[in-house]
């Protein structure tokens, strides 16, 4: 079935460093990535939608010049969190449209996710 | 109003028993899609099934079946024959409209379930 990576799947970092994380589609093109941060215990919320060749949409609240989004082909999409800081440390996600899903699949493909802390 | 309300913190069945796993929706969007995903202790989002606003039939995969009652919306997942290995947190999720953009989806703030042996 059709595969999303994401890396790293976990990354420790020092206030004020950047950090890169990469959403790679490996079978489909996805024009269309999600970005969703989960808190724990708590439920996953979009950050932004990132659309391959144009700028990404960011959802009210998040700081686009802090959560970087780059969409650059259609099967890699980035998200680098600039000068970090603890309150930052959480779990990063994103997902892929699959616009030729499987019969009784998804449409979308969530990576494994990123766990990062800052420290 | 919340757009995804799972009003089940925590669920308990016993090993080969069914189980069901609320979720309703509010939306104005005629055109719309119904998640459910199941998130172990490790983060990955996994997913079960899906259910669009127009499919005719509930939608099922193996054990999981789809419970759509769209005049309540309410999309219940029913869970059969629990197994230990599906102890984990559940997600029910909607995405509304058409196009690409359509595809973002709202979480609920999900079911813990713990299988019982």
């Known amino acids: 079935g059709a595969v999303v990576s994401q890396h790293p799947s976990w990354v420790i970092c020092k206030s004020g460093t950047s950090v890169k994380i990469e959403c790679r589609s490996l079978d489909f093109q996805a024009t269309t990535m999600f970005w969703y941060r989960q808190f724990p215990k708590q439920s996953l919320m979009l950050m932004a939608t990132s659309n391959e060749g144009s700028k990404a949409t960011y959802e009210q609240g998040v700081e686009k010049d802090k959560f970087l989004i780059n969409h650059a082909s259609l099967t890699l999409s980035t998200l680098t969190v600039t000068s970090a800081h603890p309150e930052d440390s959480s779990f990063y996600i994103c997902?892929?449209?699959?616009?030729?899903?499987?019969?009784?699949?998804?449409?979308?493909?969530f990576g494994n996710g990123t766990r990062l802390t800052v420290t | 109003a919340q757009k995804i309300t799972q009003t089940q913190p925590g669920m308990f069945v016993q090993e080969k028993e069914a189980v069901t796993l609320d979720c309703t929706y509010d939306?104005?969007?005629?055109?719309?899609?119904l998640f459910w995903y199941k998130q172990p202790s490790s983060g990955e989002m996994i997913f079960l099934i899906y259910?669009?606003?127009?499919?005719?039939q509930n939608a099922t995969e193996g054990r999981y079946s789809l419970n759509f009652q769209k005049a309540r919306k309410s999309a219940n997942l029913v869970i059969s024959a629990s197994q230990l290995g599906d102890s984990a947190m559940y997600f029910c999720?909607?995405?509304?409209?058409?196009?690409?953009?359509?595809?973002?989806?709202?979480f609920g703030k999900g079911t813990k379930l713990s299988v019982i042996p």
């Open positions: 999720a909607m995405r509304e409209g058409s196009g690409a953009g359509s595809y973002q989806l709202t």
């Open positions: 939306t104005s969007d005629p055109s719309y899609g």
């Open positions: 997902s892929a449209r699959d616009l030729m899903p499987t019969r009784g699949g998804s449409p979308l493909h």
């Open positions: 259910q669009g606003s127009y499919d005719q």
